[in-house]
């Protein structure tokens, strides 16, 4: 029933940017943490980042200093800006959220992933 859909991934060169956003919708009511994760091939997915409803942050150690999470709740979006990008940044980067629908039901959700390749 929600849907995220993610956007701003592409191909990008060492040292370079990208933002990432994710918009989610679908039966809503409210939205609590809201993240995003990311998977290289042939390895396990990780977190990258998250922020809370009260814009508390969380980052990898991998990220911190280089990207910044932030969430948009008048919209239930939520975004990436990945800047001094390295090629181990490289990999598949999924937005996940969870809150409360309109049935009252609590839930958790993720996207289907947006592509980031860091290369030269």
């Known amino acids: 029933q929600v849907q995220l859909v993610e956007s701003g991934g592409g191909l990008v060169q060492p040292g370079g940017s990208l933002r990432l956003s994710c918009e989610a919708s679908?039966?809503?009511?409210?939205?609590?943490?809201m993240g995003w994760y990311r998977q290289a091939p042939g390895k396990q997915r990780e977190l990258v980042a998250t922020i809370t409803s009260g814009g508390s942050t969380n980052y990898a150690d991998s990220v911190k200093g280089r990207f910044t999470i932030s969430r948009d709740n008048a919209k239930n979006m939520v975004y990436l800006q990945m800047n001094s990008l390295k090629p181990e940044d490289t990999a598949l980067y999924h937005c996940?959220?969870?809150?409360?629908?309109?049935?009252?039901?609590?839930?958790?959700?993720w996207g289907q992933g947006t592509q980031v390749t860091v290369s030269s």
């Open positions: 679908g039966g809503i009511r409210s939205i609590n943490a």
């Open positions: 996940s959220i969870s809150g409360v629908l309109t049935t009252a039901s609590a839930f958790r959700s």
